[in-house]
Nanobody, 123 residues
Framework: QVQLVDSGGGVVQAGGSLRLSCAAS????????MGWFRRAPGKEREFVAT????????KYADSVKGRFTISRDNAKNTVYLQMNSLKPEDTAVYYC????????????????WGQGTQVTVSS
């Protein structure tokens, strides 16, 4: 069992930056691949980024590639999403998620989810 707590959201102007954090409980955090997803108002939940168990491999949605960076610190049981050059279209609730085995872009195959943190980018 893994419990995830998202934090770090807020209101920022376009072009600004935010860093989201996702703190995980349990001793087996390093066994999990982690992902970030987001849901904008009136839209489906969409994949943002994923990272493998030791941080060696990452994957990004085309819409955030070059602007967002996913990373993890297994000693702190935490995964991060550094978001730079934010755009109004990045406004959404952001969720971290965990699954064993391998990285994935499909939300439905993640086992554990954080509660979400709101990111609002003003123009």
């Amino acid at each position: 069992q893994v419990q995830l707590v998202d934090s770090g959201g807020g209101v920022v102007q376009a072009g600004g930056s935010l860093r989201l954090s996702c703190a995980a409980s349990g001793r087996s955090f390093s066994n999990y691949c982690m992902g970030w997803f987001r849901r904008a108002p009136g839209k489906e939940r969409e994949f943002v980024a994923t990272i493998d168990w030791n941080g060696d491999s990452t994957k990004y949605a085309d819409s955030v590639k070059g602007r967002f960076t996913i990373s993890r610190d297994n000693a702190k049981n935490t995964v991060y999403l550094q978001m730079n050059s934010l755009k109004p279209e990045d406004t959404a609730v952001y969720y971290c998620a965990a699954r064993r085995t391998s990285m994935a872009v499909l939300a439905t195959i993640y086992d554990y989810w954080g509660q979400g943190t709101q990111v609002t980018v003003s123009s």
